[in-house]
């Protein structure tokens, strides 16, 4: 009997190389898998297949994980407001280890002996793939044909045409990998420090000028309604995005340190990331408090980092993720935003834990919880133990107030 192997399979050149690579050169039975994590319609879907059966497939699956990948993943990363570098939403980054997991259990069903996939050697995704079987599945081997031949593109189109398939590899002028939480967008642009992506890059152009406004419902957290309108998050960001992106909202560059030790920069387009985590983050801002909003930053940036260099199966994880789950048991409300071309504001918010509530005072107005007389002492109190300090250390006092000088 043929050996089975399982390729994670997108319909693309370097995937579509792989199977009458591993079926003739290799030997192996190769059934063809397609993960869905939110970026393929249904007719992409046919199409993928269709192409991985007549490459030789022996069979194709098709599974959609967008829910899960919500669930287990974008949740937190919306919780945690997460943004590497203060920029980039992990767009792309943060699919791969739900597409691994789920390529995980089917090699599991089919018992297959190896896992392949399509990744070069020149990139964070053949570490994001890998690490899955390393730590999950090391008794199945790993095959990565396009890193392990160094093979170009051109070998691959002709490979391809001297065993009879002739398709049209036209390469497009920018690399395009569209998710549920943005879109990522490579070029020749981004591969120098000083380039930009001209308008026509992007896979939504601008077509909206009028500013419009509107409201997002959360619900300890999450996502729950949009203008007014109950719905599940998944379907929540798919037109929050189309609502927005025709703005040219979510467009950015990131410039980052990859798991694979050197400096990378990418495009995107995230409008319904970037929307999402700026108005939970003034949600947040209203109901959690000083010490809760010091702490969420603190493992948020840690999350992201470890999400986006494939530690997702870190047990801390789930520590990380159990004490943001607590955090965000007050954070429910509604919060207004305005669009415009290539911006948005978060405007404000109504919630009924709302810390800012006019029943204990108003900021630089009036107080109804004490009186000046508790504020001199008070004042008295937290001084005191630097006003120790600086009578003990006369110099220092002074070096202070002549500089303020």
């Known amino acids: ?189 981004t591969l120098s420090s000083d380039g930009w992506l001209p308008e026509e890059a992007y896979p939504i152009q601008v077509t909206k000028t009028t500013p419009e406004h509107i409201r997002i419902g959360f619900a300890k957290g999450e996502p729950v309604s949009l203008n007014g309108r109950k719905m599940n998050p998944v379907d929540l960001i ?32 995230a409008a319904a990331p970037l929307i999402l985590i700026k108005a939970h983050h003034l949600l947040e801002k209203h109901t959690l408090t000083k010490g809760q909003l010091y702490w969420k930053d603190q493992i948020s940036m840690w999350y992201g980092q470890q999400m986006h260099e494939a530690m997702y199966l870190d047990p801390v994880m789930r520590d990380m993720e159990a004490m943001m789950e607590s955090m965000e048991r007050n954070v429910s409300g509604e919060v207004e935003v305005e669009m415009r071309p290539y911006s948005f504001s978060v405007l404000g918010c109504s919630a009924k834990s709302d810390l800012m509530s006019s029943k204990f005072g108003s900021y630089g107005e009036m107080n109804r919880s004490y009186t000046g007389r508790d504020v001199v002492g008070f004042t008295k109190v937290i001084a005191n133990p630097l006003k120790i300090y600086y009578s003990l250390n006369q110099d220092e006092a002074s070096e202070v107030t002549e500089k303020e000088a």
């Open 238 to 269: 798919k037109e929050l995005h189309a609502i927005a992106a025709p703005f040219g909202i979510g467009r950015d560059i990131h410039v980052g340190d990859t798991i694979i030790g050197i400096k990378g920069r990418v495009a995107f387009e």
């Open 1 to 189: 009997m043929k050996k089975k192997v399982v390729l994670a399979f997108s319909g693309g050149l370097d995937t579509s190389f792989c199977v009458p690579y591993l079926k003739n050169e290799k030997g192996f039975e190769v059934h063809t898998i397609m993960v869905n994590s939110g970026g393929f319609s249904k007719d992409e879907e046919k199409a993928i297949e269709e192409r991985a059966l007549t490459l030789g497939a022996a069979s194709h699956t098709t599974i959609d994980v967008s829910g899960t990948y919500y669930d287990k993943g974008l949740k937190y990363l919306i919780f945690g407001n997460v943004l590497k570098n203060n920029t980039y939403p992990l767009s792309v980054s943060s699919e791969r280890v739900f597409q691994a997991l789920e390529v995980l259990k089917h090699v599991q069903k089919l018992g297959a002996d190896a896992v392949a996939h399509g990744s070069t050697g020149a990139g964070n995704d053949q570490v994001r793939f890998d690490i899955v079987f390393e730590i999950l599945a090391p008794q199945v081997e790993i095959i990565a044909p396009i890193r392990e031949l160094s093979i170009s593109r051109q070998e691959e189109i002709d490979y391809l045409a001297k065993h009879g398939f002739d398709f049209s590899w036209e390469k497009a002028k920018y690399s395009i990998n569209q998710g549920l939480w943005g879109t990522s967008v490579g070029g020749v642009e």
